[in-house]
Structures are given as C-alpha cells and as structure tokens.
C-alpha cells in the first residue's frame, strides 16, 4: 500500500522560509516523478512543482518559481520542498503526490501558515 506522510509545516512570518518533506513507503520511490500540491483556505487544489523520478528535472508553478526548491533523496525515500521568501497567498495545506500505478495518492498534508 502506498503511503506519503508529510510533515514540517507551521506557522511562519511574511518573508520567511519553512521546509516540508514527505516520507513514502509502498512503492519504489526512485522509479516515479512526485508532485507537490496544495490547497488554500476556501480554493482548489493548485499544483506546486514537481521532481522527475532522478531528481535531474524539476518543474514549478510561476506563482512560486524562484522562490520554492523541489528536491528530493531516493535513498531515504524523502521528497522536500524549501519554500523561501514566503507570502500571506502561500497559506495552504501542502500535499505530496504521486500517480502509481495509474491511481493518484496523496498523504494527510502538513499545515503552511504565512501570517504577521
């Protein structure tokens, strides 16, 4: 059974930075691309970024290019996320995600407050 636990998140000042991770198990991790996503208070799921299965190429939404780092660690199973230069629109659950096996999961997401 595929399962993606994230965690990291918390509350942060307009400015700051925070970094998430999402712990996979069920599935070998190296062989598939991972995504991010999120989903701000009262608003839809928006794709973040995402990470090809080596790590070599790595994909953002405008909102966030420049200022967010995907990454991630094959050996540990681990995907990251480094969110730099924070701003109020950034609050949001933030979710990993993968398509295994044509079928979408998701973890229970970590808890991103941007906030004065």
């Known amino acids: 059974e595929v399962q993606l636990v994230e965690s990291g998140g918390g509350l942060v000042q307009p400015g700051g930075s925070l970094s998430v991770s999402c712990a996979a198990s069920?599935?070998?991790?190296?062989?598939?691309?991972m995504s991010w996503v999120r989903q701000a208070p009262g608003k839809g799921l928006e794709w973040v970024s995402g990470?090809?299965?080596?790590?070599?190429?790595?994909y953002y939404a405008d909102s966030v290019k420049g200022r967010f780092t995907i990454s991630r660690d094959n050996a540990k199973n681990t995907l990251y996320l480094q969110l730099n230069s924070l701003k109020t629109e950034d609050t949001a659950m933030y979710y990993c995600?993968?398509?295994?096996?044509?079928?979408?999961?998701w973890g229970q997401g970590t808890q991103v407050t941007v906030s004065s």
């Open positions: 990470i090809n299965s080596g790590g070599g190429s790595t």
């Open positions: 069920g599935l070998t991790f190296s062989s598939y691309a």
């Open positions: 995600a993968v398509d295994y096996a044509d079928h979408g999961y």
